[in-house]
């Protein structure tokens, strides 16, 4: 608790303030006995964007190229050893169905379907020997977004809010951008504050909805925008009066301040949504040339492209005004038809279109913060829940695999052109077993950046001490 | 006194140094103190600040007293928390990681020269923790973790004194404190304590709040309303000496009570109406709402504590009715998250009961021993083996005798058709899974043969294969030869070879197969195998001579062969089955009993292998149950499609009766064991299902099977365990006074903090068990103190001195909880609609609106509600014992634009206009409703103001009357919700 303070101290800003008038409410707070150091070190990164592709992306047909398949495809597949499989078994070898070629002045081969990605290659740093715990859906995304493979624990967007609190005073220091058609496996609990404070939560933004945050805007029709401005006034009247009776309680004072806060976000909230201001090229470039049109009702390119575009600019807009932590998801849960990355049947037509989607508004957002600098100081992380196997399912889909997988993670004094780890040559398990990267080890990174030693930023919940990485994580050096 | 020090800012710290700084003079505890030394030191203090000579003199003069010696330097209060805070890591009870055998939480003499008692310079631990050489320095550098200077010369006095160690303060018995006589008036034995406390730092408590206000306070403490304007009047008129006692006795007596305090208890419970844990959407429980409504229930019927627990966790081991309601309480262990992994479900188990009951934290013994606090892994699994012996059963009892009608019988009609398919298709295919499975005994043997590892099955993956091998079916043939004694007369060969080096294994095949052969003697014996008085042989004749044929080469050959074997007499026994029931139709060849034809039947030899197919209690003869768990994936998904029918029907049908989530205990239970690092696959030692070693007298006693769990539910409130009395009346203490005396009120162990009055605590915790566990009684003692009555007013000497308010000297302000705050809403809106108590629950989100109080809300443990999760209401998670309180923005959102807080605020409006014929008398009216309180003149005027301005944007364009009224009644919705939102509101002094 201690160390929030001194963070927010730290931070220095108006929702800091806010949380810390809470924090410091002297009947609720005791005091502990050691200060924690302001910052741990100096911090390379103030923000970080999360893009989160739900129900599992294959690393084999998106980044991590295996020409072996190429030579082995359709011959019957031998692990080498039992493979615990997800749904019904293990088929041939199966290459992927997209070309690859190489970008950059590395060469790094990237698939077709994520081609607009090549301008940004030589920024990006991939691991490719990623290793989860489970290939179960609900578990395996609560790993990647909470550190930890049950409910009940802080979302990492949530760790750094509560450890950083907020740089502007009129958004929230953590915003959710979900798939539009709905959530991903467990909805909200993925962003939760869990433990932490409630003001460490992610708060959910369908940009494309009438009311795009809960509560922003008033629904009954006795409110008038005159009305309203005379009924906060004739509250702030009574709080005003009621704190001046009932001096030392730094609560009072801080519900007061929130109406402001909210008053502000009321303003600040829409202007930061409304894009309509954009030039014609950044929207093109986002894949929002073509806003209204009718679109198939079949899984395609161009809308996957219009939607996560436009999370894509909202979350520079967003982060331009200060919110600290962004998570964008793709895709939803994992239902049919497939609306989402987990390709058990038919990995050409659903990761066809929601990688060339996905992959025009990322790269729009990478060479946008590039453009005004701000990548300098932003951390995007490109993660999933686990990879997909080499082989196929009997079919052209491909299973769950769990044993290794990639993210990437580009900006933010992380080292681009550079890849970290290894997978095997099929793309099944690490290169190197004894040596595979962490979810722990990218959290601890992305902290580390942030000037955080993920070791030191804990809080005790039933006699434990908590943290992000729970008993693991290593920064890893090479990139930073 | 050292605990005052504590949390004293600077100057009494000076006068500690003044006292240390005499410290080769002073007496050790336990020497004789001569009046030359107390003047001596009484000297050489007021040296140093004469100002606080009195209290230190009246603390440490009373040192001849042993009241005052044992408080002045407490190890439980003073030294143990700064041990556990930055030794006990390596230093403590958890034997693995301790490092260098050194122990310090205890006395132990592992390292003589750690702690040399009487001699802190002479001390290692005082070198270690003041070394400035990274090497040396303890804790070591990467703990980033260093003891104060003020923590340093706690220790230091602590050992000069003489290092005593004793038990933690929690498990150490509740002693009823003698209670103190402070010279100031007190009413009440607790207002003893708390004013004596204060006194000895020149404080006082705060002055009494007007009655207005208390009666709010009372309000909404006992029942979560405001109070109505009638009830704050006639309390304001009464002037009898016990207006208040009946205030207190009027407001336990109302229903309204248990819905506000069952709600602080469905908080430890972690209740939820859904299961918890689904990856998409949410399943939820039909009946939770019955647990719910039997807390509710137990709480108005005032029902002791005591049984409160034992019911709770052992409702159905008590003797009572089939239909007692009380047997819902059991949803205290059943409305938890439904996990995957039934270990996740234990766990969740043993941590309600603990941290919940007894403010300890024992599923930190999950996986290695407690860093802190005496649990040993081993207690951890005593009390796993306690739970993982019951189940929940298929068919929950029915409560009471629902009401017959068209609807319940509807009901009953459509679960026996329901429940009918149900088992038809599980029956049948239990029947097709044990089938298949016996024809694969071949696989499974070559499975162990290899040497595959033991798979988790606590969470299984469902396969879409027939011929693949079920973990499950694995580790019970595992299992089974494990037990097997190598005498066996068919796996006898199996067991002898296990383990013979791959070179040697066809001699020594072949060598043991001659022997057996031997010892069988004349295979003529047995070859009269339609006999049916055949006796069978020592080793079974077609097991010898398939190994002999097949001459393996390997345990995996050897498993082939065993295989193939298996297959062949049992697809024998099936044809023989089919055969011998064709002679029992008119047109069938009837044969004799020993006809040479039944000999597929009647021999001994093939019953010697079927009986491991068959018997009980071999691998493949298993309940229906766990035979439905290997079912392919498709098959399990429809019948599962069957089950949730009749969950479906539970959970909508309109005549569905209440039914109590109850658990069944094993009478005859599995083995249980450690299971090292928490791994399911690593089994230790096996364990007794006991209570924990630290608060039994000597050696645990295993509770009763089939009744482990009244075993622990009497363990939990026996007298002997100080805790669970203690952890109550801090929770009753904590849910008036928003603090507990105990600030971690879920860890009362040595992580925790301290009692901030540990005299109080115990007094409290005895006079709760001498009336008889009874809640409303402990409301009454509290709610009748001065200190319970004193105002929240700010005092800046006070918090000066007590900048925690650790003594109480002000009554803590309160905010309302979510739901509090909502029925408030209701309540003074009109709306509120108290006419049924509990049922299943209703939709938050429902336009309109069910205004019912909020507990009876649905709770999603699945997808948390906005609300919830804004104002911070309880996740259901797990065990909530103490809510946050934040403050943000969203919560303002909601107050400013939620359409629930605007129309609360327009119903009141509208009331407000009618209550009164003028503005000045509607302010007043709304006034007293929300506030409590007659508005004083300048709050008169502001809002008649407010409410009649005509000159801004709505009026000037407002032509006609009828719009000039709407613009009216709107602005006094505004002003009614600039009250609901306003912090007197949501504020409680």
Known sequence: ?480 | MLRHFKDDPCPDFVRWRGLQWKASSLPRIGAVIQPADIREMKTTRSLYVSSLCVSFVVCFAGQMDLRCSAADMSFSQDVRPILAEYCLHCHGPDEQVREAGLRLDIADTGVPSAIVAGHPDASEIIARLTSTDPDERMPPPEMDKRPSSDEIEVLRRWIAEGAAFESHWAYQPIRKPNVPSPSEPASTDIDRFIISALSEKGLTLSPTLNRRQLIRRASFDLIGLPPTPEGVDAFVEDSSPDAFAKVIDRLLESPRYGERWGRHWLDIARYADTHGGTAIGYVRFPFSYTYRDYVIRAFNDNLSYDQFVIQQLAADQLDLDDNDPALAASGFLTVGMQFRSIHDLIDDQIDVVTRGLMGMTVACARCHDHKFDAIPTSDYYSLYATFASSQQPDDLPVLGDPKPTAELEQYQKQLQDRQTVQRDMARDQAEVMRSRLRNQVGLFLSELAKGTPEQDVSAEILSYRTDDVRPLALNRWREYLRQLHDDDPVFGPWLKLDEVPADQFADQCERLIQTMKTDNGDPKKFAETHQLSLEGPKWNPRVLETIETSKPKSQIELAQAYGKLFAEVNQGWLRGLLESSREAVPGGEILTDEDPRHAEVNSTINQQIRRHLYEPGTPIAMPDEIAVKMLNRTVADTLSGKRNTIHDLHLNSPGSPPRGMVLRESKYPPTFHVLQRGNPLSRGETVTAHFLTALSDDTARPFDDGKRRLGLALAVVSPENPLTARVAVNWIWRNHFGLGLVRTPDDLGTRGTPPTHPELLDHLASEFVADGWSIKQMHRRIMLSDVYQQSAIENGLARQADPNNELLWRMPRKRLELEAMRDAMLAVSGELDTTVIGGRPFDFESAPIVPRRSVYGFINRDIISNIASTFDGADPTSCTVERPTTIVPQQTLYALNSGFIQDRAASVAALATNAAADDAGRVRWLYDRLFSRPPDQDEVRSAVEFVSRTNDDETSDAETQEELTETTANRWAQLAHAMLASNEFVFVD
């Open chain 1, 1 to 480: 608790m201690q160390s929030r303070r001194e963070f927010i101290r730290q931070a220095g800003t108006h929702f800091g303030a806010l949380a810390m008038a809470a924090m410091l409410q002297s009947d609720v707070q005791s005091a502990s006995g050691h200060a924690v150091q302001v910052l741990h070190h100096p911090p390379k990164a103030k923000r970080v964007v999360q893009l989160f592709m739900a129900g599992a992306a294959s690393h084999i047909d998106l980044w991590d190229h295996k020409p072996l398949l190429e030579k082995f495809h359709g011959q019957p597949s031998d692990f080498g050893e039992p493979v615990e499989t997800f749904q019904n078994g293990l088929g041939p070898w199966m290459k992927s169905p997209f070309k690859f070629a190489s970008y950059g002045k590395t060469g790094k081969q990237l698939s077709e379907v994520v081609a607009p990605l090549g301008e940004c290659v030589d920024d990006i740093a991939f691991v490719h020997n990623m290793v989860g715990k489970t290939g179960v859906h609900s578990q395996a995304t609560y790993l990647q977004a909470t550190g930890f493979q049950l409910p009940g624990f802080p979302g990492v967007g949530a760790w750094v809010s509560y450890g950083l609190g907020s740089i502007n005073d009129n958004l929230p220091t953590f915003v959710v951008l979900p798939d539009h058609r709905g959530f991903a496996s467990n909805g909200p609990k993925n962003w939760g504050s869990a433990f932490l404070p409630a003001s460490a939560q992610g708060t959910t933004i369908f940009p494309q909805r009438e009311n795009p945050i809960d509560d922003l805007t008033a629904r009954a029709d006795f409110i008038t925008a005159a009305g309203d401005r005379d009924g906060l006034a004739v509250l702030e009247r009574m709080n005003r009066l009621h704190l001046q009776q009932h001096p030392g309680d730094s609560r009072l004072e801080a519900r007061i301040r929130s109406y402001e806060l909210a008053a502000a976000m009321q303003l600040s909230a829409p202007e930061a949504l409304d894009i309509s201001g954009e030039t014609a090229e950044t929207m093109k470039m986002y894949g929002l040339d073509r806003m209204g049109a009718i679109y198939p009702d079949k899984i395609n390119p161009a809308e996957e492209a219009e939607y996560f575009g436009r999370k894509c600019l909202i979350a520079r807009r967003l982060l331009e005004r200060g919110v600290r932590f962004i998570q964008i998801w793709s895709g939803n849960d994992n239902g049919f038809p497939r609306r989402n990355w987990d390709s058990h049947e038919d990995i050409e037509r659903d990761h066809g279109p929601l990688a060339r989607g996905m992959a025009v508004g990322t790269a729009a957002l990478l060479k946008d913060l590039k453009r005004t600098g701000m990548l300098d100081d932003t951390i995007v992380l490109w993660t999933t829940e686990f990879g997909r196997m080499p082989s196929t399912q009997g079919s052209r889909g491909r299973d769950h695999n769990p044993f290794v997988f990639t993210n990437w993670m580009c900006g933010g004094g992380i080292r681009g052109g550079v890849t970290h780890g290894e997978s095997d040559p099929w793309g099944y398990k690490p290169l190197d077993r004894s040596r595979s990267t962490q979810v722990y080890d990218i959290h601890a990174t992305i902290l580390h950046q942030l000037g955080i030693d993920h070791k030191r930023l804990t809080v005790r919940h039933d006699g434990i001490d908590r943290r992000l990485t729970d008993v693991h994580g290593h920064v890893i050096n090479e990139l930073v």
